[in-house]
Nanobody, 117 residues
Framework: QVQLVESGGGLVQPGGSLRLSCAAS????????MGWYRQAPGKQRELVAA???????NYADSVKGRFTISPDNAATTVYLQMNSLKPEDTALYYC???????????WGQGTQVTVSS
């Protein structure tokens, strides 16, 4: 069983930066995707960014050029560097790990990001 522990959320002013971390414990296999999703009040959960074991990345149009997703070398932690934050980035951010090897999907508990002056 894989457990995901997120950290790094908080309150930041518009234009500021935050870095989210998601530490994965357990085996996720050699083929996987790691990503961040977010859900704002009254809205559906949406993909923010994802990275695959092959190194491919995918970003929501709304965050391209501002957010960067990166795993560590051991693929046990995935980071989301968020720059130039906007009020519309305010949401609960969830880490997701999808193990293609084991056909499993895992979610973190969520970390709140609030962008406000």
């Amino acid at each position: 069983q894989v457990q995901l522990v997120e950290s790094g959320g908080g309150l930041v002013q518009p234009g500021g930066s935050l870095r989210l971390s998601c530490a994965a414990s357990g085996r996720i296999g050699s083929t996987y995707a790691m990503g961040w999703y977010r859900q704002a009040p009254g809205k559906q959960r949406e993909l923010v960014a994802a990275v695959t074991s092959g190194g491919s990345t995918n970003y929501a149009d709304s965050v391209k050029g501002r957010f960067t997703i990166s795993p560590d070398n051991a693929a046990t932690t995935v980071y989301l560097q968020m720059n130039s934050l906007k009020p519309e980035d305010t949401a609960l951010y969830y880490c997701n790990v999808r193990s293609i090897t084991w056909s499993k999907n895992y979610w973190g508990q969520g970390t709140q990001v609030t962008v406000s002056s």
